[in-house]
């Protein structure tokens, strides 16, 4: 079946730090991968997406790069902010379905 | 206007109780769906509809209860609430599946039962 592994947390970085967050994936197909923001109290939104092998995702300084052949699709930013400081998901959508997989999430929190 | 609504946003109730949550998205999505997260922040999938058809039902106590009047809305009833029935809810809404299922969240609502 489906499903998405990803690093446990928490995790605490001093402010600019470099930020990797791991995540690998089974999946059947070629499926689409995501990476999800939960900041304190509000709901999930999405931070950056791959649709294919290859490609890289990103936004706000964040990127991931859906590697088929390690299954893995790590999220990664070279300065962390205190802004960053919330709850990641890395998730998974199966190809042409509506099945929708997350990972356990992963806290950071950046400390100034 | 906010793109996926949700009431309300913090529940506090009896056990034994029945209460509802209400969704409703106004981006045209067809699924929706209802998401539990615990204190954990473990996001577990309970529903899925489809233009008011269920299409994911995972293993869910049958005290909750789905209700889709139409394709905007998505309402959860719980039945003789539990205390592990404390938690997030979070309504979602997609366009579609595969490459087009990016969720869009609402707010989230707290349910605390005492």
């Known amino acids: 079946g489906n499903s998405v592994t990803q690093m446990e947390g928490p995790v605490t970085l001093s402010e600019e730090a470099f930020l990797t967050i791991n995540c690998t994936y089974t999946a059947t197909g070629y499926p689409s991968l995501f990476w999800y923001v939960q900041y304190p109290g509000e709901g999930l939104q999405l931070l950056l997406k791959a649709t294919k092998a290859d490609d890289k995702g990103s936004n706000k300084g964040f990127e991931a790069t859906y590697r088929k052949e390690t299954t893995s699709f790590h999220l990664e930013k070279g300065s962390v902010q205190v802004s960053d400081s919330a709850v990641y998901f890395c998730?998974?959508?199966?190809?042409?379905?509506?099945?929708?997989?997350f990972g356990t999430g992963t806290s950071l929190t950046v400390i100034p | 206007d906010t793109a996926v609504s949700q009431t309300p946003k913090y529940l506090v109730t009896q056990m034994g109780n029945d209460k509802s949550i209400k969704c409703e998205q106004n981006l045209g999505h067809d699924t929706m769906y209802w998401y539990k997260q615990d204190s954990k922040k473990f996001l577990k999938i309970m529903f899925s509809?489809?233009?008011?058809?269920?299409?994911i039902n995972e293993t869910v106590p049958n005290r909750f209860s789905p209700k889709s009047p139409d394709k905007a809305h998505l309402n959860l009833h719980i039945n003789s609430l539990e205390l592990g029935d404390s938690a997030v809810y979070f309504c979602a809404s997609s366009p579609g599946g595969g490459v087009k299922n990016i969720q869009y969240f609402g707010a989230g609502t707290r349910l605390s039962v005492l």
């Open positions: 509809y489809n233009n008011k058809e269920l299409i």
């Open positions: 998730a998974l959508s199966d190809q042409g379905g509506n099945q929708f997989y």
